[in-house]
Structures are given as structure tokens and as C-alpha cells.
């Protein structure tokens, strides 16, 4: 075990990553489909050149509630990359995830892989819906301190308003099964407290959090919130790539985009109309440089025209380091995603995922003699990350002619020695947790007789008090909790209103706009985000 490789361990975090959440073949994936098909248009069907209000790119988490939202009063085209998810069964449904991520990426999965320059492997939506359709679906709010830093007048009744309205739609309170409520006994043991039952909010103690999966196993993303939309204002295209954003001098003027016929569209906005950009933490900035909008040195390198020198865009991008424990456990439990949180004062959090092994018993690990040798066992895994992220990184692109080339990334993880520290002290918690009577129930006899858990990869250390044992283990099992953000920050990039600064007629609203991560996990926020901007821009053209 000692000696795993630095790739080595990346191929096994990757392997054991949550998505391990796979059923045995005997259960078939429920084909259910999401009904919202009302104006969604393939892109080929769209005329070549069109006049709206607003246009959005990107049918994402944040960008799916905006179109519904501004449709309201205004002409809406949404153009999304991807294609319809009722084309993938399998992110349908919670027990299809792990083929969702078995699946190799093709240019037609509904997400796309990339690799940082750090060598951590990572995963962007491509499918309408964004993000929410391929993720783990756990729905919790943002804490005070995100909405303290985002550099946004909020108006805290708007915002709550917002929420609701996303979650009468989306949301579900899990019932716990074996696994989620084994977790929650742990956490709570290990004195993460206080219990604060089911809740949406973020608070500090052990709580069951929403879901975007209900009771069922079915998914219920971003583009149900497409159902809300005004039908006569709103036209979702889809498999459309936007390629650029029009100016005229410092405005904002139009779009031009792909087919999946390859063939060119543009489309232009009205007087008073905007280009939203809610592409996401990757597309947003992308797409700004790819448009001239951006640090002049490396838009010139790409021999790029220059509308504005921008020399923010693409910076301050930053991913919460993944830390955690993976586990075989020696029965089996019913697959489950993330519906549990514990939430330290600091904002720390910790959640568990399971699902059957593929895995066989290390061979340091013998079963009891009197268990059938086909025994199914579990592969658990334990992970957290923490908000505030110190280490920050860029974006630049590796083309200039082709959006569909991902950009190359960096995120520095652990470059900041506070993060490093935040790690260790996370770690050691950890340690508590697994020391409770809950967790002692999951552990395994190995061939010397002790009783063990039985880890997957890098073991936690021995010693959680060994300060660069613990750094060593948090470096070498670093992986992405997928909440990357940044790259077009607001009081940066864009304005307390999500305005491009310098341009007219633009606005960015997605996480590429975050300096910290939102609460535990971002969607819900996300998609809070996407709705409270719609209502602004409409109040504000009524007033
Ligand atoms: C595997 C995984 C698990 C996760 N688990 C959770 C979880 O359990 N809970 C949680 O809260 N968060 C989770 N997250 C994070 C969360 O899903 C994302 O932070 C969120 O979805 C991002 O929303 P967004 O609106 O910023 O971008 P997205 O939802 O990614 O939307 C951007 C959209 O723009 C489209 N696009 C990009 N470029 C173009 C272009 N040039 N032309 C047209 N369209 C374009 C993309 O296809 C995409 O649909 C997870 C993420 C992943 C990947
Ligand atoms: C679901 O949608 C897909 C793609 O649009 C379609 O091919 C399929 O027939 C639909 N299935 C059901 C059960 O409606
Ligand atoms: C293992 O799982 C399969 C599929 O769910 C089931 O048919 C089988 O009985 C299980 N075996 C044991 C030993 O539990
Ligand atoms: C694109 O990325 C590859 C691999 O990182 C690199 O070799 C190449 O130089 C990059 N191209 C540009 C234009 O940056
Ligand atoms: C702490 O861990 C480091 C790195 O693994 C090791 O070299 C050192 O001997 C350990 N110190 C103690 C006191 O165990």
C-alpha cells in the first residue's frame, strides 16, 4: 500500500470516485422520461439569422431558471452545447450514475472530461441542464459568508423567494436508507453536532439535506425548471456550440453559433436587449476570450482581435480540494448519493456515498470462514472538502478557432499553505468520525486477526498528529469535488449586477462569478442565482 505512484493513486481515486454507485446488472435503469420537451428545438431548425430580447448561452444550472425567468416578459433564445438528457437514460436515475461515468467521452456524453494541468481528472456538463444532470444531486443553500463576500447588494427576501421557487420544483427530502443513516450516526458520534434533522439551510452540525433525486431515483435538473417558462416568449435550442459574442465597438450585439450540421447561425438582440453568458466556470471565460474580451498578451499569443483588455478573465479559478477515505465493506447496502452533510464551524463538510464493490478483498484482508465466497461487498466512500480556498489558478485557451477544445486549466491545489492547513485539520476530524461505534461496525479482520477497515488506496495515516503525514496524504489523494469556480469574478470581471465591465448589453451569471464556493455544494445556489437575476432584470426594465 505504501507504494502507490502519484498516477497510480489518481487512476484509483478516479476508479473508486463516488460514481461507484452502480446497481447490479439485474436492475434495470428505469427509462422515465423528463417531460419539458415544449420549446426545445434542435439547433438545425433554427433559422440562420433571428432577432430576441435575450439571448442566453448555455442551458445549465443557472442558465435553465434565467430563461424561464426573463420569459416572463421577453423574447428568450437559450442555446445549449449539449443534447436532450432523455437521450441518456442513465443520468435519469440515481442508480445509473456509475455508467454515466464509465462512460468514455466521445464528444456526445452528456459531459465532457478534461484534465487540470494539476492531473486531477474532472468532468464539465454537455447536456441541457448543465451540471445538475450529471451530478451527485445533494441541494443544500449557500452559508452567510458566501453571500457576505460575493461583492453583491443582495436583496435577502428576493434571494429566499428565489430558492423557493426552485425547490417547490426540484427538490425532495430523502428517506435515509441503511447507508445514509449509518453515516449520519457516525458523524453525530463523532461530534458533529448538533442533529439538525432535514433541512435545506446551511447549518453548522449534522443534517439530512435535500436531493434532486426524489424517493424514486429520478432526477429532477435544472431543465424542469424550463417547465415554468412563458411557452409564447421562450425557444430552447439545443446541440448548438456558440462560438462567438458579437460587439458592436464596446456592445454586445449578437452571437454566432454551430449546428450540429456545422453550418453558421447568428442571432441578434433588441434594443435594450442582453447576451447572458451562463456557460459555466470553463465555458464563461472561455468564451469571453475566444470573443476578444481578456488579458491582451495572451489574446494577441492566439492572435485573437482585442475588444477589451481584460486582465481578469480566466484568473482566480480555483477548485475545492476533494480529501477522504475509500473503503470495501464486507455487506452490502442499498446505492446511495450524498444525502447527508456535517458542517463544522468553519465550514468544513463532510459527506458518504456507497454502492456495490467492483473490487476484490485485498489480500491482506481474509473473510470470515463461515461467509460464501461470492459475498457482495460495498465500496464506501468518505469525502469533504472545505469553502474557502485560498489557491487559485487560470484558464487560457488552447485554441483559438475551436471552442470545443477544452481550455487549459489550472488550479493550484494546495499552492497556498492555508489550504494545506485546512486539509490537515479536516483529516484529523475524519480520524474522529472513523473512531466511533458506528464506523467500528464496518470494520474487517485481517490475516493477523485485528480488526481494520479495509481501505482502497492510500490508508489514512497512522498518526493524525504527524502534521506532514497527514500534508503528504492530502497532496497525494487530492481529487475535484466538481465545484470549481471563478474566472470571471464579480468586482472583477463583472459588476454587483453580473454586468461585463466595459461592455455593454452582457452580463455573466454562473459559477464562473464565485470567489468562494457556495454552502456545501453549489447547485441549489446555482440555480438560486439564475432566477434572482431574471427577477432583477425584469424589475428593473419595469421600474
Ligand atoms: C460529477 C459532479 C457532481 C456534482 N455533485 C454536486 C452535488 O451533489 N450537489 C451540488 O450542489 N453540486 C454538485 N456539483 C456541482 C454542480 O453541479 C455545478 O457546480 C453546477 O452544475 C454548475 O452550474 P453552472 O450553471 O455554473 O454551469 P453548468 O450547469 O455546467 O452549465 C453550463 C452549460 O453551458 C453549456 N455550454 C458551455 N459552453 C457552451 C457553448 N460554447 N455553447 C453552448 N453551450 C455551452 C454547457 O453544456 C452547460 O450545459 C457536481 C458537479 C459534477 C460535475
Ligand atoms: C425518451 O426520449 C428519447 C429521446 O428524446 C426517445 O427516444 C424515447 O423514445 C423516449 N422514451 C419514452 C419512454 O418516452
Ligand atoms: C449479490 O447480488 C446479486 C444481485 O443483486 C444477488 O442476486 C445475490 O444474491 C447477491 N449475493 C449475496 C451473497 O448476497
Ligand atoms: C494546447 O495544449 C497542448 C497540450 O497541453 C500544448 O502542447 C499546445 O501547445 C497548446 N496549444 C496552445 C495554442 O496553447
Ligand atoms: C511524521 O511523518 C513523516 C512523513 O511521513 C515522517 O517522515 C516522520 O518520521 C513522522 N514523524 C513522527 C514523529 O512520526
Not at 430580447?53 to 449539449?82: H, M, N, Q, W
Not at 461496525?441 to 486477526?449: A, P
Not at 464579480?490 to 459559477?511: A, M, P, S
Request: aromatic fraction near 10%; proline fraction near 5%; charge should be positive.
Amino acid at each position: 500500500m505504501e507504494n502507490y505512484s502519484k498516477s497510480t493513486i489518481l487512476i484509483l481515486s478516479l476508479i473508486i470516485s463516488i460514481f461507484q454507485l452502480q446497481v447490479h446488472s439485474s436492475h434495470a435503469i428505469p427509462n422515465q422520461n423528463v417531460s419539458y420537451m415544449k420549446f426545445v428545438h434542435n439547433g438545425i431548425d433554427l433559422p440562420a439569422k433571428e432577432k430576441y430580447d435575450y439571448i442566453i448561452i448555455g442551458g445549465g444550472t443557472a442558465g435553465c431558471p434565467l430563461a424561464t425567468t426573463l420569459s416572463s416578459k421577453f423574447s428568450v433564445l437559450l442555446l445549449e452545447r449539449g443534447s436532450d438528457p432523455n437521450k441518456y437514460p442513465y443520468v435519469l436515475n440515481e442508480q445509473g450514475l456509475s455508467k454515466a461515468f464509465g462512460t468514455e467521452d466521445d464528444g456526445k456524453t452528456p459531459f465532457q472530461r478534461f484534465v487540470s494541468e494539476d492531473g486531477v481528472e474532472n468532468i464539465r456538463g454537455r447536456v441541457l441542464g448543465g451540471g445538475s444532470m450529471v451530478n451527485i444531486g445533494f441541494y443544500s443553500r449557500g452559508h452567510k459568508e458566501f453571500f457576505e463576500s460575493a461583492g453583491v447588494d443582495w436583496d435577502m427576501e428576493l434571494v429566499e423567494k428565489a430558492y423557493e421557487w426552485v425547490e417547490e420544483t426540484v427538490v425532495s427530502q430523502p428517506i435515509l436508507k441503511d447507508w445514509q443513516a449509518a453515516f449520519r450516526s457516525a458523524l453525530l458520534e463523532g461530534g458533529i453536532v448538533p442533529d439538525n434533522g432535514f433541512d435545506l439551510r446551511h447549518l453548522v452540525g449534522t443534517k439530512t439535506g435535500g436531493s434532486i433525486f426524489d424517493n424514486k431515483g429520478n432526477r429532477h435538473g435544472a431543465v424542469e425548471l424550463l417547465n415554468k417558462a412563458n411557452p409564447k416568449n421562450l425557444k430552447v435550442a439545443i446541440e448548438v456550440t456558440v462560438q462567438r459574442i458579437l460587439f458592436s465597438d464596446l456592445s454586445a450585439k449578437g452571437v454566432s453559433y454551430l449546428d450540429s450540421t456545422g453550418k453558421l447561425h447568428t442571432a441578434f438582440i433588441h434594443k435594450k436587449g442582453e447576451i447572458v453568458l451562463s456557460a459555466g466556470a470553463i465555458g464563461s471565460p472561455q468564451l469571453l476570450l475566444l470573443s476578444g474580451i481578456g488579458p491582451k498578451s495572451h489574446l494577441s499569443s492566439l492572435k485573437l482581435p482585442v475588444v477589451l483588455h481584460q486582465p481578469y478573465v480566466g484568473k482566480s479559478m480555483s477548485d475545492n480540494p476533494r480529501f477522504g477515505a475509500s473503503m470495501v465493506v464486507q455487506f452490502q447496502v442499498v446505492p446511495t448519493a450524498a444525502k447527508v452533510v456535517g458542517i463544522l464551524q468553519d465550514n468544513i463538510y463532510f459527506q458518504s456515498l456507497a454502492g456495490p464493490s467492483p473490487f476484490l478483498v485485498p489480500p491482506t484482508f481474509s473473510l470470515l470462514p463461515s461467509q460464501p465466497t461470492s459475498i457482495n461487498l460495498t465500496l464506501a466512500n468518505f469525502v469533504g472538502k472545505f469553502s474557502e480556498v485560498n489557491s487559485k489558478g487560470s484558464l487560457k485557451l488552447n485554441s483559438s478557432i475551436d471552442v470545443k477544445k477544452s481550455p487549459i486549466v489550472q488550479f493550484n491545489y494546495y499552492s497556498h499553505p492555508g489550504d494545506l492547513a485546512r486539509c490537515v485539520k479536516s483529516v484529523r476530524k475524519l480520524g474522529d468520525v472513523f473512531k466511533t461505534p458506528t464506523m467500528e461496525k464496518i470494520k474487517t479482520q485481517d490475516l493477523e486477526g485485528n480488526k481494520r477497515f479495509m481501505f482502497l488506496g492510500l490508508p489514512l495515516p497512522e498518526n493524525l498528529w504527524n502534521d506532514s503525514a497527514v500534508e503528504e496524504y492530502c497532496k497525494k489523494t487530492v481529487a475535484t469535488y466538481w465545484h470549481y469556480h471563478g474566472g470571471c469574478l464579480v468586482g472583477k470581471v463583472v459588476d454587483g449586477n453580473y454586468k461585463v465591465i466595459g461592455i455593454e448589453n452582457l452580463r455573466v451569471v454562473d459559477g464562473s462569478t464565485f470567489s468562494v464556493s457556495p454552502g456545501t455544494n453549489p447547485m441549489a445556489t446555482l440555480m438560486m442565482l439564475g432566477r434572482y437575476v431574471g427577477l432583477k432584470i425584469v424589475q428593473q426594465r419595469s421600474s
